[in-house]
């Protein structure tokens, strides 16, 4: 099978003139470094979680009879922050980033729909003011937002906490906004006439559509808010998840035990990805799948 899929690469390699031929090199040289950097912490983290013993001069060196999974066990077992293990801070990562996603997913397709689809007074602002949040960082809005939430009462609250996700004024709407706009209105017309409200075109019609895109955003979406330590440390301070974890971990703090050393702090690093990368190899044939090509007739 790859000798086939080799042989037609070269054919088609082979069908382009010279100075595409050297385009297509320089750019897969150019790839294939990027690829190199990025994936060199990996396994070095990966390599490192495993051996019995910590040699930074040659953590790139693969040696099989110093592999062990002990570092792993002690990640369940000796790994904790203010009392919570590995399993408890994994439930916090897990429920933080699920509610994240949804809020802020639900907020910015509700704003980016009605910036894209309606005209109502105040339209042209709203869109000025996220391109303006998106293109000019406001570096003080740190500080008033935990004060807000301060007086609202949603520091360690999980109850009200998620009102601070849904402000839709994000990468996600401005995404979405161009999404919705590209759908055609003429599905929208069709199911005006056949009476349904806009609420029923927008999420039988327009958000099956644009479900990719959105999926998309989401997946996209998790690995930031997986390594978000700040929001644990600031306003969820009872509720440690394991961005947090390991921040405490790499500054020594008093409140986490890390006995283990370096080689179990590579473990938590390995530990805490891992469920990250296994929602990526899993979300990407759900992606593909639901791609979907237009419908429109005559």
């Known amino acids: 099978m790859f000798k086939n899929i080799?042989?037609?690469?070269?054919?088609?390699?082979?069908?382009?003139?010279?100075?595409?031929?050297?385009?297509?090199?320089?750019?897969?040289?150019?790839?294939?470094?990027?690829a190199v950097i990025h994936l060199m912490p990996v396994f070095w983290v990966v390599n490192t979680a495993f051996k019995?013993?910590?040699?930074?001069?040659?953590?790139?060196?693969?040696?099989?009879?110093?592999?062990?999974?002990?570092?792993?066990?002690?990640?369940?077992?000796?790994?904790?922050?203010?009392?919570?293990?590995?399993?408890?801070?994994?439930?916090?990562?897990?429920?933080?980033t699920v509610l994240y996603i949804f809020v802020n997913v639900m907020s910015s397709t509700l704003l980016a729909y009605a910036l894209a689809r309606f005209r109502f007074p105040g339209k042209d602002f709203l869109y000025?003011?996220?391109?303006?949040?998106?293109?000019?960082?406001?570096?003080?809005?740190?500080?008033?937002?935990f004060k807000l939430c301060v007086s609202l009462g949603m520091i360690n609250n999980p109850l009200t906490i998620w009102l601070g996700w849904a402000s839709a004024f994000d990468y996600t709407c401005f995404i979405l906004y161009g999404t919705f706009k590209g759908i055609s209105g003429t599905y929208s017309e069709a199911a005006e006439i056949e009476g349904a409200n806009q609420f029923q075109i927008l999420f039988r019609i327009i958000f099956p559509q644009a479900f990719p895109a959105i999926l998309a955003l989401a997946v996209t979406n998790i690995t930031g808010r997986w390594n978000d330590y700040a929001t644990s440390q600031i306003y969820l301070s009872k509720y440690p998840n394991l961005a947090y974890g390991l921040f405490q971990f790499a500054n020594g703090s008093n409140n986490a035990a890390f006995s283990g050393g370096k080689l179990m702090y590579y473990?938590?690093?390995?530990?805490?990805?891992?469920?990250?990368?296994?929602?990526?190899?899993?979300?990407?044939?759900?992606?593909?799948?639901n791609i979907a090509v237009g419908g429109i007739k005559g």
């Open 267 to 289: 473990a938590s690093l390995f530990c805490a990805a891992l469920p990250v990368v296994v929602i990526y190899a899993t979300s990407q044939g759900l992606i593909l799948k």
């Open 52 to 96: 019995n013993s910590y040699d930074p001069l040659n953590s790139f060196a693969i040696e099989l009879d110093k592999f062990t999974f002990k570092n792993i066990g002690m990640v369940f077992s000796k790994f904790k922050i203010m009392g919570l293990g590995y399993f408890g801070m994994l439930m916090n990562s897990l429920w933080t």
């Open 128 to 145: 000025g003011l996220l391109i303006f949040i998106r293109t000019i960082p406001i570096m003080s809005a740190g500080s008033a937002g």
């Open 6 to 34: 080799f042989k037609n690469a070269w054919k088609r390699f082979a069908a382009f003139s010279i100075g595409a031929r050297i385009a297509l090199v320089c750019f897969f040289l150019l790839f294939l470094f990027e």
